[in-house]
């Protein structure tokens, strides 16, 4: 993806800020929301098999997937 990217500098040469197309703009939240997504399913999914494996270790008795449905 290719943005049209302009800068705006201080008196000093310092770049204060960034201006870019609205529809860029758009195009590039669309890409974030889409990251941010794709690491939230990710944590999660870590999370998840992190609590498989520590109910492994355990005596406990463990849900069947069928008793967990039946919750909902």
Do not use: C, R
């Amino acid at each position: 993806m290719k943005i049209a990217i302009q800068y705006l500098n201080d008196s000093n040469g310092k770049t204060q800020a960034v201006q870019l197309p609205l529809s860029d703009w758009e195009k590039v939240l669309d890409k974030m929301k889409m990251y941010e997504q794709s690491l939230k399913l990710k944590s999660d999914l870590k999370e998840a098999f992190a609590q498989v494996n520590k109910m492994k270790k355990t005596k406990h008795k463990k849900q069947t997937l069928n008793e967990f449905l039946d919750e909902l």
